[in-house]
């Protein structure tokens, strides 16, 4: 048994231990993509707005901090702490074993089939208009969103494979892997063992998977996004399912906006007309059918 588990029977220490690493965690992440940036491009973070697609170098460049940051960020802790409060890692994150192959089957089912419903949310959130005195924090909130599209914009820019290869690793395959470590493998965890109620463990992590994008109009179908991660992960006993599905709607969006070349793709469209109406209902339908099988404990394993 791991020396250090051994001591922490309390499970508020080890919420106290577990905030200490993640936030020393993001604090060195924060401090070496500010060494690099200063190092090879001064002023970086402060020119964003005016990068465009010929300016390869400092593009290429934002990608590796982005890739480098999520992994310090999200992967980093969530390796320290299952080291520190599990026998082993690979069990301690569930890592180590799968449902059958059906569930990765019916998740791309899944994912697309409350698409419409997500849009429709995603709609509605965008929409959303702070009363007259919050003006100036609907200002501010609209600022941090424009600058986060423009951000993304930078790093899935470029057309060549390579390009598209290192946009996939940067926005879907590595913050996957390693948000659905943290949020799901130790945060839910944490908050289940704290709480002993699973549905309530489930909320606070995927309210705060979606507060720390700081995307405001975006934060209520990023927070339904990370309660269905988070319910893939405790019913399936296995992190891949959450990560797959994760990695799933990364990957589609980005696609999308490659296809369409456009910040807003005619797909994140799809379900919010009024024509759309049956496939939003079709959809749900599918949806509901597709977490009979999802959300059940008699999974069988690979």
């Known amino acids: 048994m791991n020396m250090f588990s051994a001591k922490s029977k309390d499970v508020y220490y080890q919420l106290v231990i577990t905030i200490l690493v993640i936030v020393s965690c993001f604090a060195f992440s924060q401090l070496v993509s500010l060494f690099i940036s200063e190092t090879f491009s001064p002023g970086l973070f402060k020119r964003i707005g005016e990068l465009n697609n010929e ?69 509605w959130n965008e929409s959303i208009v702070l009363p007259s005195a919050l003006k100036s924090l609907e200002q501010s909130l609209k600022a941090m969103e424009e600058s986060s599209q423009n951000m993304i914009m930078l790093v899935i ?28 493998g130790i945060i839910q965890q944490k908050l289940n063992h704290l709480f002993k109620n699973i549905h309530l463990a489930v909320f606070i992590s995927a309210f705060i998977f979606s507060a720390i994008h700081f995307q405001f109009f975006g934060f209520i179908p990023r927070m339904l996004l990370g309660m269905i991660f988070g ?72």
């Open 55 to 123: 300016n390869k170098f400092e593009i290429n460049l934002i990608k590796i901090l982005q890739l480098l940051s999520s992994s310090f960020t999200f992967i980093l802790p969530s390796i320290i702490l299952a080291y520190l409060f599990g026998n082993k890692i690979s069990s301690y994150l569930k890592i180590n074993r799968t449902p059958g192959i059906l569930y990765y089957i019916i998740i791309p089912v899944f994912m697309f089939a409350i698409m419409p419903a997500l849009n429709l949310i995603i709609n």
């Open 157 to 184: 820019s470029g057309k060549s494979t390579g390009d598209f290869i290192l946009s996939l690793i940067v926005v879907a395959i590595i913050p996957a892997f390693g948000e659905e470590l943290l949020f799901r």
């Open 231 to 302: 319910y893939m992960f405790y019913y399936s006993k296995s992190i891949w399912p959450a990560i797959f599905a994760h990695f799933l709607n990364n990957a589609a969006a980005l696609i999308a906006y490659i296809v369409s070349d456009s910040q807003n793709p005619e797909i994140n469209n799809f379900g919010t007309n009024r024509e759309d109406f049956i496939y939003l209902v079709l959809g749900l339908v599918v949806a509901y059918f597709c977490s009979k099988i999802l959300f059940r404990k008699d999974l069988s394993f690979n």
